[in-house]
């Protein structure tokens, strides 16, 4: 059954950089938009980034201008290109594939630490 395998977790120094990757382990038809969530420790978990299948980003507030989200449909992949990093953004770090069918597939997570 299909997975979605994230990477590129770390501790990180304030004012540092990340990039997170997100790959289906199996082939995926139809995803319409893909993106990033994550949790911090006694937090609800939030949307940071979306990307369409046409290439349309969103972004929450707390992270526009720093982060970029990007995409590529045929290998099934998302990214996340984390810049200028805050110790607020200490979280856990979830990729998310929605299908045509309204379908949900979530990754296992990344932990993210930034020191300050």
């Known amino acids: 059954q299909v997975r979605l395998v994230e990477s590129g977790g770390g501790l990180v120094q304030a004012g540092g950089s990340l990039r997170l990757s997100c790959a289906a382990s199996?082939?995926?038809?139809?995803?319409?938009?893909m993106g990033w969530y994550r949790q911090a420790p006694g937090k609800q978990r939030e949307l940071v980034a979306t990307?369409?299948?046409?290439?349309?980003?969103s972004y929450a507030d707390s992270v526009k201008g720093r982060f970029t989200i990007s995409g590529d449909n045929a290998k099934n992949a998302v990214y996340l290109q984390l810049n200028s990093l805050k110790p607020e953004d200490t979280a856990v770090y979830y990729c998310?594939?929605?299908?045509?069918?309204?379908?949900?597939?979530w990754g296992q997570g990344t932990q993210v630490t930034v020191s300050s």
């Open positions: 998310k594939f929605t299908t045509l069918g309204e379908f949900d597939y």
């Open positions: 199996g082939r995926l038809i139809g995803i319409r938009a």
């Open positions: 990307i369409t299948s046409g290439g349309s980003t």
